[in-house]
Structure formats: C-alpha cells, structure tokens
C-alpha cells in the first residue's frame, strides 16, 4: 500500500510516499527556516503563506522521485494536530482535495505520533511496546506506546517545550533560530559545570517536567553578564543549560520505564537530534540493560515520511477522514479525536 504524507505544522513544507507503513521511496522537505531566522522564531502568517506557495509542487515531486504516478497512491495521510492553525490548514484542505481528485482515502495523523512513527522507518526491528520520550519544539512527553495507535501519556512538561526552550535560551545567548543545533556547537568543550541552573521537580508527579524556570535562569544570567559588564562564559552556560535539560528528560524517562517494566526506550522529535541527550540516553540504557532507539538525524526533525508511516497503522485500525476534516491547534496524543 503507497501512502503519500503531508507535514505542515509548522515551518516545514513535507510530502513523501511510504510503501506498507516501513519503505521510504521519497521524502520531499523545504524548510522555511531561512525566512522565520531574521525574526528570531517563526512567524505562523509567513508559515501559512509559504505551505501554500510550495506544498502542490512538493507532492508532485514526492510521487515522482518515489518512481510511481498519482494513480498508484492508495491513501492520503496528513499531520491535522497539533500545530500552527493556519500552517495546519494548510495541509488538512490541500489533502482533501488530493483525496478527492485520486478518490482515495484520507487518514489524518497526530503529529507527535508520526514523530515516534519515525523510528520505525529507522529500525525494522522495533514494534510496540516501548516507552517513549517525545521531546520537539512544540511538545514534550513520556508516552507508553503499548500498540501503534494506543498509547497514554506518563509525563510531560507544564509549561515550554524542551525544544522552545532550547530555542529561547540560544536566541539570548545570540544564536540563530533555530537554536537547538548552534547552541549544541557552542556547548562543545563547555564546562556543564560552570553554571548551577534549576531543575524543576513537580509534587506528586514524578514525570512531569518544567522548563520554564530553567529558561528564565538563562536569560537572567546572560542580562545580569550584560549589566555589570562581565564577560560571560558563554560555551560554558550552554553546555550547562544542555546538561539541565538532559538531566530532567533522561531520569524521568528511565524512571517510567523502570515502573511501568518496559525494557526498549525509545526517543522522537526534532531535540532528540541533541548529542548531549542521545549520549546520557546510551549511557542510561546500557547501566540499566534497557535497549534504545533514537532516529538518525534525518528523521529527527519533522518529515512526511513518518506522517505516511504512523497513517499507515492508523489506516490499519480504521481511522478515516472525510472532507469535513479540520485542524485542531492542540490536542492529547491519547486523545485523538479526529
Ligand atoms: O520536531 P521538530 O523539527 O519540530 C516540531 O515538531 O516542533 O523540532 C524542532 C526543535 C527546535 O526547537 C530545534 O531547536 C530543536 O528541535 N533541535 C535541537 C537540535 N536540533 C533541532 N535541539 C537540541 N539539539 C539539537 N541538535
């Protein structure tokens, strides 16, 4: 079965054509990310605007490099939530209309489930169940994956994103968006001792995360450097930043794993490209004889290919769409409502 992915959720245009759920045959991506820099985050009416300039063409091309035509696609999947409304819309309407010019079906997908969907396309092997921490620029969870499309969040953070927070604390340190990648250079040969940052711990539930008070610690450093003329050790603040973050993701995400008896821990989303938090994870694993799965860079960030992926098992489980299908900003990986 071809499936043709749709990403647009955010500041990433992606189409891609995936054969029975595992077989990547193309994986078109333009990156807006040039166009939201200047600004220092993205802009969710530029993100609109460009999905729609580019995602006809993208499809296009996806079915072409993947050697097949339009008549042999047999389902449209695209990511419907969470996201940025309009960037959403985008995809949703214009996978409509794909589905009703092929006359096939349209399966809507959870954006974050395609992100762990991405290690399937990355390891054969895997298969539910595992326990995942889903870390991206939007969202931040501990999910039990019991089966590939049944799943229950354990944890997740309060309030930002790993990955925003990653962003905001490279942008005051200087760096450009999006932050993540610039500020794990910076950190290289950093001492992560050099700063004491927070690390947020809430009552009562054990895997939940804050990230909040950690990224106003940031900001405070680099402005009380600023006013009383000091020169700040800027390799050393982000390696210790980088290691705050580690520090709240990878215990909570061995301690669910440990209670909940999962013996494969897996990571997804775009700060799961972070060198820092893949090398604790190996470590944490390998102490604690868990085995471990983290995509390959490509797969990291947002693709269509793990959207047609994670379509594929929705598909297998009866998950349809008709053309009254809408985007929806926010919504529970648990609770899809499509
Ligand atoms: O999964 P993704 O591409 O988009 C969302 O679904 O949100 O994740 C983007 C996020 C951004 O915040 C970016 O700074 C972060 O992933 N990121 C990284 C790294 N590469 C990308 N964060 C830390 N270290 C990296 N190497």
């Not at 959720?9 to 994986?27: H, K, M, P, Q």
């Not at 996806?62 to 999947?77: F, R």
């Not at 942008?171 to 990648?181: A, E, K, N």
């Given at each position: 079965m071809n499936i043709l992915g749709?990403?647009?959720?955010?500041?990433?245009?992606?189409?891609?054509?995936?054969?029975?759920?595992?077989?990547?045959?193309?994986?078109?991506?333009?990156?807006?990310?040039?166009m939201h820099a200047i600004y220092g985050g993205v802009v969710p009416e530029i993100a609109s605007r460009n999905h729609i300039t580019v995602i006809?063409?993208?499809?296009?091309?996806?079915?072409?490099?993947?050697?097949?035509?339009?008549?042999?696609?047999?389902?449209?999947?695209?990511?419907?939530?969470?996201?940025?409304i309009g960037a959403l819309l985008v995809g949703v309407n214009f996978a409509k209309g794909a589905a009703m010019a092929l006359d096939v079906p349209l399966v809507p997908v959870h954006h974050v489930r395609g992100h762990i969907a991405a290690n399937y396309l990355a390891f054969p092997e895997l298969e539910p169940p595992f326990l995942c921490l889903a870390i991206s620029g939007g969202n931040t969870a501990i999910v039990d994956v019991r089966g590939y499309t049944d799943m229950s969040i354990i944890g997740s953070t309060?309030?930002?994103?790993?990955?925003?927070?990653?962003?905001?604390?490279?942008?005051?340190?200087?760096?450009?968006?999006?932050?993540?990648?610039?500020?794990q250079n910076l950190a290289e040969g950093g001492d992560d001792t050099a700063f004491r940052l927070p690390h947020a711990k809430i009552d009562g539930h054990p895997y939940d995360m804050s990230f909040s008070g950690l990224k106003t610690a940031v900001v405070n450093t680099v402005h009380n450097a600023a006013q009383k003329g000091e020169e700040l050790n800027r390799a050393g603040l982000a390696a210790s930043f980088q290691r705050a973050v580690s520090e709240t993701l990878v215990p909570r995400t061995m301690d669910a794993a440990r209670d909940l008896c999962r013996d494969v821990v897996v990571v997804a989303g775009g700060v799961a490209a972070n060198k820092r938090i893949r090398a604790d994870f190996e470590a944490a694993c390998a102490r604690e004889g868990k085995r471990l799965f983290v995509p390959p860079l490509k797969l990291c960030g947002d693709n269509a290919a793990m959207i047609a992926c994670q379509g594929y098992y929705e598909y297998l489980s009866g998950v349809r769409a008709g053309q009254d299908l809408n985007a929806y900003a926010t919504m529970d990986i648990d609770r899809v409502f499509f």
């Open positions: 749709i990403e647009s959720s955010c500041d990433e245009t992606a189409a891609a054509v995936v054969r029975d759920g595992r077989e990547v045959l193309s994986n078109e991506i333009f990156s807006q990310a040039d006809s063409r993208l499809c296009d091309e996806a079915v072409k490099k993947a050697g097949l035509n339009k008549s042999d696609i047999d389902a449209i999947a695209v990511t419907a939530a969470p996201g940025l309060r309030d930002d994103a790993a990955g925003e927070c990653f962003d905001k604390a490279a942008r005051v340190l200087g760096l450009p968006y999006p932050g993540g990648l610039p500020l």
